[in-house]
């Protein structure tokens, strides 16, 4: 689905990203994981086109990301905490205008934006002012907004930033359950190493170098972490007896 | 004087019609303006006008083609500065802002003598607003609101996040640049009606007021026609029956009636 050959990208002179190449596959959720300022949001936009590459390229289905953004097939999730305030739209706004650009009736776009609300469990807040709704709500009506076109591709900046332990949580168990139902491809950028440890198929450990791409299994090895972060970091992984997995039923199956 | 009498005033009559007109097209703008926080652009964009002016007068072309062209390049460079050196569009309005005057200073250093037109024209007077001057205002109003209306829901989720939208695949540098070029053009009439300060008044006090009555952007652009048409009427007729500057006294209701709004929402709704 995504094949990145060979890139190098520099902003503003400074090299941010330094030779990776890898492949996802379709219907794949792979974790990109790393320190700060090692490249990840970098890696995603010039996924996304925003970012153009010094050397190397990136693929989507074959295309570059420019014309496969034009088949609308990609839903994104910017990094963001909270919209301003005083926006003037609702949550029902924000969703329909991922489908600003379908050639379909107004009430057939409302009927889909309240299905996907009804989804992501925001329908009961669809004529809220969107900048009044907390950091957890506006993230899911913001992945509402994502996925109403029904994109193959997900592409998410740290979706879990402003949202609580419980939304965070039931926010991953949505990712999960949107990958095994529709078949959509997932990328995202996580700090969460151990909350998503047990549903994403890939990681990607990148600073500045692709460090690791492979399962999250080989990826907890001592060299690989270490490699990546530093010597002094120690992941903390959920375990069965974990009472906020008991408490909140996540399934966990690596420790 | 009654009221059925300013009816028989010719003059005044334009003045009531050009000036409900340009409250109309601004107030649908100021929407923009509130939502992007450009309440800077009318200014800089009208000051920025002065360099065409003067270089009209200077050259001795209809000041008026210099001048909205000069704006239209203007508002373009706003925007084409602000998204490749990525600041804030207010920024580059203040270079270009200060560039524009300094070099219709210069250009009108060259002239012979202090042109008494630029400045008229730079300031406005609404009740000299001439037949001609209202079917200008309303061809452009009428295609420019169009357009507006029409793509309403593209052009609000480009001021929300542009990269989304692009991702969406709205064509948001099309409509960027079109939001500014209307402003500019926009900007150029209503100077030359009611001055560079009512201007800057009239873009920026309708959303302002109506977005602290409404939160939804359908109600707000409805809530700033109505504000404003009913403000630029009453400013027209109760400074004309008080003999006070037509202009001043308009945005002086304006600013009247968002500090009221803002001081009983204070007192009583919150």
Known sequence: MIKIENLWVELNGNLILEDISLEIKKGEIVAIVGPNGGGKTTLIRTILGFVKPAKGRVLIDGKEPKDYIKSGKVGYLPQKSSYERDFPVSALDVVMFGLVEVKISKKEKEKKALEVLRYVGMESFKDKPFGKLSGGQQQRVMIARAIISQPELLILDEPSTGVDVVAQESFYEFIKKLNQEKGITVLMITHDIGAVGSFVHKVVGLNKKLHYFGDFKDFLQKSNVDKLYGSEVKLLIHSPECFTCQYFNVEVKKH | ?270
């Not at chain 2, 009318?42 to 050259?59: D, E």
């Not at chain 2, 203040?94 to 024209?121: K, P, Q, T």
């Not at chain 2, 009453?234 to 006070?244: E, P």
């Open chain 2, 1 to 270: 004087m009654s009221l059925s009498d300013f009816f028989t005033i010719p003059f005044l009559v334009n003045a009531l019609v050009g000036g409900v007109l340009i409250a109309i097209l601004l107030s649908v703008l100021s929407l923009f303006v509130f939502v992007k926080k450009w309440s800077f652009i009318n200014i800089g964009i009208s000051h920025a006008a002065f360099g065409g002016l003067a270089i009209g007068f200077f050259l001795g072309v209809n000041p008026t083609i210099t001048g909205s062209l000069f704006a239209i390049l203007v508002g373009v460079l706003i925007g084409y500065i602000s998204k490749k050196g990525q600041i804030h569009e207010d920024i580059s309005i203040g270079i270009l802002l200060s560039f524009s005057m300094a070099l219709g200073v210069v250009v009108m250093s060259f002239s012979n003598n202090y042109n008494s037109d630029l400045f008229a024209f730079l300031f406005g007077n609404i009740l000299t607003i001439t037949q001609q001057d209202i079917i200008m205002i309303l061809v452009f109003s009428a295609i420019s609101l169009s357009f507006l209306l029409y793509n309403l829901e593209r052009i609000m989720y480009c001021c929300f996040d542009e990269e989304l939208a692009y991702i969406s695949k709205v064509n948001t540098k099309f409509f960027y640049y079109s939001l500014i070029t209307v402003i500019a053009i926009a900007t150029v009439l209503s100077i030359k009606l009611v001055g560079s300060v009512l201007s800057s008044a009239m873009i920026i006090l309708p959303a302002a007021v109506s977005s602290q009555l409404f939160w939804k952007y359908k109600s707000i652009i409805l809530a700033s026609i109505f504000i404003s048409v009913v403000v630029v009427f009453t400013g027209i007729v109760v400074s004309f029956q008080y003999n006070l500057p037509s202009g001043s006294t308009i945005v002086i209701i304006y600013s009247l009636i968002f500090f009221i709004v803002i001081l009983v929402k204070r007192l009583f709704i919150r």
